[in-house]
């Protein structure tokens, strides 16, 4: 029998039709309407943008005081007033002269206020009663497992029980031979083991009347007989990943120091030697195509040829005569070069005819241009009377770090950077072994705080083109050294030896200077020659704050 639409059931015109998608829009429409507030009586929701503050827990306690009627929990509710104690603590100064601007007489009294965070010492908040709570420590876990060594070692029934059936087999095997004979298996029911167990000490005064308070009191002072010094020590110390609440004691506030390399310049020859020629050293980091610390500049040259300009400083600062400095590395990668950069003093013409004399003449040739060189010489002097004050860019060159620290790639007489002399070779073999094994480079190799020292002699120099070498075409030269290219090629070079010593720095160094060319202990003599701490340009943000003035 069949039946068309017309001809439908009762309950079917009453079932509703309404797709989900639309019940969802009216809900949501009458939810946050007004009309449904008002009809129900209910106050509007909380949006759930709003930020709501968490409740001070301590404020809280001291505004609702527990009842006069003492309690068990009255104690958790309470601070101990004596908890919090501050201790002074002497701020380390690594300078001997603190670092202050120099017209702080001058400043004003909120400025000084100010500056004086970086003087005053320390006050550490200390909290006494900590090693009582619940949250984790290293120190916390190591004194509970210390106390844990002098307690002593509980031991109980069920343990001695479970350790005799481990231990002795024998009597394992004889007792399942008694059990099986027994009609339901049942230990207290085996005979065997009844006539042979020994019967339990008669407890006195167990069928006795007594009141209820003298058995409280026998209770309590049975309890407290033999009673255990350290109850909670008995508990094991917490796991450190199973740690619910974490608290560990923050150290002392210290300026950031990174992976440290020292960098000695030992000398600088060139083929002619008609005028003073001054050197920078810098870090960059290619991948992030950053600048990673400021520049050091060093003087390599002669007493004849500083004399040349003799005129334009009547007084030299110690600080100017270092030759060694230490640079710090936050983010060691594979990507630092040491960027050496020359410049000579200011002289007319372009920069490729002020080169030319240095790619071209050579000291074994003196005779043949003796005229010429002694021309040379006396421009040089004339341009050093008169500018020298200012300087030009000559040259440059880049070292790649990885080659120092690392055996991939090693440093040998075919290395494009430079010519190496090693102290040492079983070391640097085993290292060479480990890198061919691992066949990749990662940061992980990185490590400049440990690795064995060089001696380079840096021959290859390129002259610079232009006015200005930008730090686009520095970055772009310095991706070509690692895989040499037909960029490289077109380069000229300039014939020059640089001898430089890279080694890992010494924790405290004697007489050296800070970025602010102050002097850092120990320094017991004022009068040697100095070491400079380069200031580092992090390639990415350090979080730790400033605790000296800079």
Same mark, same amino acid.
Request: hydrophobic share 35%.
């Given at each position: 029998m069949t039946s068309t639409a017309s001809e439908r059931r009762a309950f079917a015109h009453k079932i509703n039709r309404t797709v989900a998608a639309e019940v969802r829009k009216q809900v949501s429409r009458d939810y946050g309407s007004p009309q449904l507030s008002k009809k129900r009586g209910a106050h509007q929701p909380l949006p759930l943008t709003e930020v709501v503050e968490p409740v001070d827990f301590e404020e809280y306690v001291s505004s609702h005081a527990p009842g006069v009627e003492p309690g068990p929990l009255r104690q958790l509710? %309470?601070?101990?007033?004596?908890?919090?104690?501050? /201790?002074?603590?002497?701020?380390?100064?690594?300078?001997?002269?603190?670092?202050?601007?120099?017209? %702080?007489? *001058?400043?004003?009294?909120?400025?000084?206020? @100010?500056?004086?965070? $970086?003087?005053?010492? #320390? /006050?550490?908040?200390?909290?006494?009663?900590?090693? $009582?709570?619940?949250?984790? *420590?290293?120190?916390s876990s190591e004194r509970q497992r210390e106390r844990q060594r002098g307690l002593h070692k509980q031991t109980f029934e069920l343990d001695e029980a479970a350790?005799? =059936?481990?231990?002795?087999?024998?009597?394992? +095997? =004889?007792? *399942?031979?008694? &059990?099986?004979?027994?009609?339901?298996?049942? #230990?207290?029911? *085996?005979?065997?083991? &009844? +006539?042979?167990?020994?019967?339990?000490?008669?407890?006195p005064s167990v069928l006795e009347r007594a009141a209820a308070e003298d058995m409280d009191r026998r209770n309590t002072e049975a309890r407290l007989q033999g009673r255990h010094s350290d109850l909670l020590g008995l508990y094991p110390p917490p796991d450190e990943d199973e740690a619910v609440e974490r608290c560990s004691a923050p150290e002392v506030p210290k300026e950031h120091c990174g992976q440290r390399i020292m960098v000695k310049c030992l000398s600088l020859k060139f083929e002619i030697e008609i005028e003073p020629i001054f050197g920078t050293l810098a870090l960059y980091d290619v991948k992030e195509k950053k600048k990673i610390s400021e520049n050091?500049?060093?003087?390599?040259?002669?007493?004849?040829?500083?004399?040349?300009l003799k005129p334009?400083?009547?007084?030299?600062?110690?600080?100017? /005569?270092?030759?060694?400095?230490?640079?710090?590395?936050?983010?060691?990668?594979?990507?630092?070069?040491l960027v050496i950069k020359l410049e000579k003093v200011l002289q007319q013409g372009d920069i490729g005819e002020c080169c030319e004399p240095y790619m071209v003449m050579k000291e074994s040739d003196s005779s043949k241009h003796k005229e010429k060189l002694e021309k040379l010489r006396l421009q040089a002097e004339q341009s050093c009377s008169r500018l020298g004050r200012f300087r030009m860019p000559f040259a440059w060159t880049a070292i790649h770090l990885l080659n120092i620290v690392s055996s991939v790639g090693g440093l040998d007489r075919s290395d494009p950077d430079s010519d190496s002399e090693r102290k040492g070779h079983g070391t640097w073999n085993d290292r060479k072994k480990k890198g061919c094994e691992r066949m990749s480079v990662g940061d992980d190799m990185c490590n400049f705080a440990t690795f064995r020292p060089a001696t380079l002699t840096v021959t290859n120099f390129f002259k610079q083109e232009g006015d200005r070498l930008s730090d686009e075409?520095? $970055? +772009?030269?310095? @991706?070509?050294?690692? =895989?040499?290219?037909?960029? &490289?090629? =077109?380069?000229r070079p300039v014939t020059a030896q640089l001898k430089i010593d890279i080694s890992p720095a010494p924790d405290s160094p004697h007489y050296c200077l800070s970025p602010e060319l102050l002097h850092v202990k120990p320094y017991p003599d004022l009068r040697v020659r100095p070491t400079k701490d380069v200031l580092e340009f992090p390639a990415r943000y350090v979080y730790t704050p400033h605790t000296t003035y800079r």
């Open positions: 509710m %309470e601070f101990p007033q004596d908890d919090l104690e501050l /201790l002074p603590l002497d701020k380390e100064c690594i300078t001997l002269e603190p670092p202050l601007p120099e017209e %702080e007489d *001058s400043l004003d009294p909120r400025v000084r206020d @100010a500056l004086a965070v $970086y003087t005053n010492d #320390w /006050l550490v908040i200390q909290r006494k009663y900590q090693c $009582y709570s619940t949250t984790y *420590s290293p120190q350790a005799e =059936r481990h231990d002795d087999q024998d009597d394992a +095997k =004889r007792r *399942s031979v008694s &059990l099986d004979e027994t009609p339901r298996g049942s #230990w207290a029911s *085996s005979i065997f083991d &009844l +006539k042979n167990s020994s019967p339990d000490a008669i407890l050091f500049y060093f003087d390599l040259n002669s007493d004849q040829m500083k004399g040349m334009h400083t009547p007084h030299v600062a110690i600080s100017t /005569l270092a030759r060694s400095a230490i640079f710090s590395i936050t983010y060691p990668s594979a990507d630092i070069f075409d520095l $970055y +772009k030269y310095l @991706a070509d050294m690692r =895989r040499p290219s037909s960029v &490289l090629r =077109r380069l």
